[in-house]
């Protein structure tokens, strides 16, 4: 019997209803704990069932003498040592795409109530009332406005997300600009994208969207030098992770209201009360726009993210190779 130790969260596994096989040892663990103890409840595992932001550390992977397979319930895997696992011989692999249309979809979301200058008419009329909206009106008529089609929209990043993304704005009319370090040559011409590099996204768009994994070339993209370089009241969109930002020094920008931030994720998380972003001014925090890492967990995709895991897992029990491989092997 294949023997399957999972840190997911119970509620959202089985919330569902998606059915696994019978036959499937399948526990769910006491997660979070210290490594010793995810070693002494997982060291028998055949395969690991494990969240998207759930540590795997090389001195847990080392001692998992049974594993073939861990899979990420999700799409992240930034906390799994890959490397550890390559050297262990065991498939780390993760469910690339399936939640990149809500994901999409909340990041142009984003894009739309940051344009439209939302958060902070929203934050006005609900402290002042009718003297609120009646401010937040005078500030919409003398400050004006725009519509998406007149912006130029950089995406950084052009993968599953991205490619949804770009769907969803092409009815809007917007320039495209896409940076990538794999260029999408045949996508590109399909939906009229223009291919730039990260400088060039900085310097020329309105609206800035985020969607690249957490890498040494990604972490702190948005730190102070690149703040300077993008157009006074740009929109940084982050759906991604927060170890793309530094946060104290978007922060800074948004209190100097230099731009605006649409944020679906912070670092780290959970975050701790005094987190910059939780102590903007008022000027920040017009500027914010916020929501607690949900871009992706609709009921849809938690359905799809359980099926294609056991999908996944099958493939190990027929001894084939999986699929999404993240880890080189």
């Not at 550890?84 to 939640?99: F, H, L, P, S």
């Not at 957490?214 to 690149?226: A, F, G, P, Q, Y």
Request: hydrophobic content about 40%; glycine content about 6%.
């Amino acid at each position: 019997m294949v023997k399957i130790r999972s840190t997911c969260n119970k509620n959202y596994v089985e919330k569902f209803g998606v059915e696994r096989p019978a036959d499937w040892d399948y526990q769910y663990i006491n997660y979070p704990c210290s490594d010793e103890e995810l070693v002494e409840q997982c060291k028998d595992a055949d395969i690991i069932h494990c969240g998207p932001v759930d540590f795997f550390r090389r001195e847990v992977i080392e001692q998992l003498d049974n594993c073939k397979l861990i899979q990420s319930l999700g799409v992240g895997f930034d906390k799994i040592d890959l490397e550890a696992a390559k050297e262990k011989g065991i498939y780390v692999c993760n469910n690339r795409g399936v939640n990149a249309k809500p994901v999409a979809e909340l990041a142009v979301a984003h894009m739309l109530t940051s344009l439209r200058r939302m958060p902070e008419a929203d934050m006005k009329i609900k402290l002042h009332g009718a003297k609120g909206f009646a401010e937040s009106y005078k500030e919409f008529t003398e400050k004006g406005q725009n519509e998406m089609g007149s912006r130029v929209v950089g995406l950084v990043g052009l993968g599953a997300i991205g490619h949804e993304a770009v769907k969803l704005l092409k009815p809007f009319g917007c320039k495209i600009l896409y940076y990538d370090v794999v260029r999408h040559e045949e996508f590109e011409k399909e939906h009229d994208l223009t291919y730039a590099t990260y400088e060039e996204i900085l310097d020329q768009c309105h609206i800035i969207s985020y969607h690249v994994p957490v890498l040494d070339s990604t972490r702190e993209m948005i730190r102070k030098e690149t703040i300077e370089k993008m157009k006074q009241d740009a929109i940084v969109v982050n759906v991604a992770r927060g170890e793309l930002v530094n946060n104290q020094d978007l922060a800074d920008a948004l209190n100097a209201g230099r731009i605006f931030a649409a944020l679906d994720v912070v670092a780290p998380e959970p975050p701790a009360e005094d987190h910059p972003l939780f102590q903007l001014n008022e000027v920040g925090q017009a500027r914010l726009s916020i929501t607690p890492h949900i871009a992706g967990t609709t009921d849809d995709s938690f359905m799809r993210m359980s099926q294609w895991s056991y999908d996944n897992m099958q493939r190990i029990v027929d001894g084939e190779k999986p699929i999404n491989i993240v880890n080189g092997l």
